[in-house]
C-alpha cells in the first residue's frame, strides 16, 4: 500500500516559518493532487492548499501570500513553506494525496503535524 510521512512541525513565534514535508511512499503508480488540510481545535478541517501535476495550485484566501505549496514529483513529496505565520495558525496539519495504485485512485491521509504559533 501507500505511506505518507509528514514533518516539520512544531512551535513558532508569531511572523516566524514552518516549512511543512509530506512524503509517499509505497506502490504508487502516480500522484494527482497533493494538498494540505489543517484543523484547529473545536474547529472542521479546510483546506490549506493543493497543487495538481500539471502545477496549478490553489490556497485558501487567508492563506494566500503567507503559505507557498510545493511538490517533488520524483520525491513523491509536497511540501508547505509557512511564512509570516499567525496564532490563528494554530492547528494540526494534514497532507492529503490522490493516488494511483495500480489502475485505481485512492485518497490518502498523512498522520498529521501539529503546528503552534505562540509567543
Known amino acids: 500500500q501507500v505511506q505518507l510521512v509528514e514533518s516539520g512541525g512544531g512551535l513558532v513565534q508569531p511572523g516566524g516559518s514552518l516549512r511543512l514535508s509530506c512524503a509517499a511512499s509505497?506502490?504508487?503508480?502516480?500522484?494527482?493532487?497533493m494538498g494540505w488540510y489543517r484543523q484547529a481545535p473545536g474547529k472542521q478541517r479546510e483546506l490549506v492548499a493543493h497543487?495538481?501535476?500539471?502545477?496549478?495550485?490553489n490556497y485558501s484566501d487567508s492563506m494566500k501570500g503567507r503559505f507557498t505549496i510545493s511538490r517533488d514529483n520524483a520525491k513523491n513529496t509536497v511540501y508547505l513553506q509557512m511564512n509570516s505565520l499567525k496564532p490563528e495558525d494554530t492547528a494540526v496539519y494534514f497532507c492529503?494525496?490522490?493516488?494511483?495504485?495500480?489502475?485505481?485512485?485512492?485518497?490518502?491521509w498523512g498522520q498529521g503535524t501539529q503546528v503552534t504559533v505562540s509567543s
Open positions: 492529503n494525496l490522490l493516488v494511483q495504485v495500480s489502475s485505481k485512485w485512492y485518497n490518502y
Open positions: 509505497g506502490s504508487i503508480s502516480s500522484i494527482n493532487v
Open positions: 497543487a495538481s501535476s500539471g502545477g496549478r495550485t
